[in-house]
């Protein structure tokens, strides 16, 4: 998923002709918002359509027979093609020297917020079940949708916002989201889980949008592709390792106390992203005025 994720957002990117901001909004919108129907679709199938294990992923084949076709007929953005048997398939991953400080920045910010949404994805409905005591798989595949779906109405009113200072935002408001979502286990309150989901979606929107902007506009054009994929792989692993290790935890020291070390784990990983981009940001600033009186 990384890989593909990466190769079509180059591709968005390339269409737009120099407008990294609009297309990176369009990727992420347009990924926020699969996303959100899918545990939609998927709780309602669970708790009120026939064969649950078995829909859904007769809806999802049918999707992806679908957006293959569309891909097919979809113009090319490379000039030198090359014959079938001359390209590789091997996936491309790197980091250019000179952009990995600023990689690294956004790379634990999006660790950071995908870990978010990896508990919320993996982890909710058992959350629900036994600290809140709703056993409705529709009610949980609600509130995972409602987190991408505030991301996605996050990302389409601020189209102006800038990378950098959304990236910021992002990392500052991931400590009150996982605050509030260990308050609402300990308290068994609904109320605090939907206040904790809704900043968390937007949190989730400015970091993963606005972190994937500044990877785009850092990446050389040559190797975006690569770039963009290197960075979503660090998202896609951040979905699924910490959720391994809370359900590790959980088994030996109980689901409260593994959800308030991971919560400190990721409040962590947001400060420091957030001090490091701080850092750059003053070096940066300090360079420029350094050449500027010289």
């Known amino acids: 998923m990384a890989l593909s994720s990466g190769a079509s957002t180059?591709?968005?990117?390339?269409?737009?002709?120099?407008?990294?901001?609009?297309?990176?909004?369009?990727?992420?919108?347009?990924?926020?918002?699969?996303?959100?129907?899918?545990?939609?679709?998927?709780?309602?199938?669970?708790?009120?359509?026939?064969?649950?294990?078995?829909?859904?992923?007769?809806?999802?084949?049918?999707?992806?027979?679908?957006?293959?076709?569309?891909?097919?007929?979809?113009?090319?953005?490379?000039?030198?093609?090359?014959?079938?048997?001359?390209?590789s398939l091997r996936p491309r991953l790197?980091?250019?020297?000179?952009?990995?400080?600023?990689?690294?920045?956004a790379a634990i910010g999006a660790f950071a917020t995908f870990s978010l949404l990896g508990f919320y994805s993996a982890l909710l409905p058992t959350l629900l079940e036994h600290a809140i005591h709703n056993h409705n798989h529709a009610v949980a595949g609600a509130i995972v949708g409602g987190l991408f779906l505030v991301g996605t109405l996050a990302i389409v009113a601020?189209?102006?916002?800038?990378?950098?200072?959304?990236?910021?935002?992002?990392?500052?408001?991931?400590?009150?989201?996982?605050?509030?979502?260990?308050?609402?286990?300990?308290?068994?309150?609904?109320?605090?889980?939907?206040?904790?989901t809704a900043i968390a979606g937007v949190a989730s929107a400015f970091g993963y949008r606005c972190g994937l902007q500044v990877v785009n506009e850092l990446s050389p054009p040559d190797q975006r592709s690569e770039v963009v994929s290197s960075y979503l792989i660090v998202c896609f692993a951040a979905v699924s390792l910490p959720v391994v290790g809370v359900g590790i935890v959980s088994r030996v020291a109980g689901s409260m106390v593994a959800d308030a070390i991971f919560a400190g784990v990721v409040a962590a990983l947001a400060i420091a992203a957030l001090v490091f981009e701080l850092r750059l940001s003053r070096r940066r600033s300090s360079g420029r005025l350094t050449r500027a009186t010289t």
């Open 10 to 87: 180059a591709w968005i990117v390339e269409h737009a002709r120099g407008d990294e901001a609009r297309a990176t909004r369009i990727a992420i919108g347009a990924n926020l918002f699969g996303l959100a129907v899918g545990p939609l679709l998927s709780g309602f199938l669970a708790q009120y359509g026939p064969a649950p294990f078995r829909t859904p992923y007769v809806i999802f084949l049918g999707l992806l027979l679908g957006a293959s076709g569309a891909i097919w007929i979809s113009p090319e953005t490379v000039d030198d093609r090359k014959a079938l048997r001359d390209v």
């Open 94 to 105: 790197g980091i250019p020297r000179d952009i990995r400080a600023r990689f690294v920045s």
């Open 158 to 196: 601020t189209p102006a916002l800038d990378a950098r200072t959304g990236m910021l935002w992002g990392l500052a408001l991931l400590v009150p989201a996982i605050a509030l979502l260990v308050m609402a286990e300990a308290s068994q309150s609904l109320v605090l889980l939907l206040a904790g």
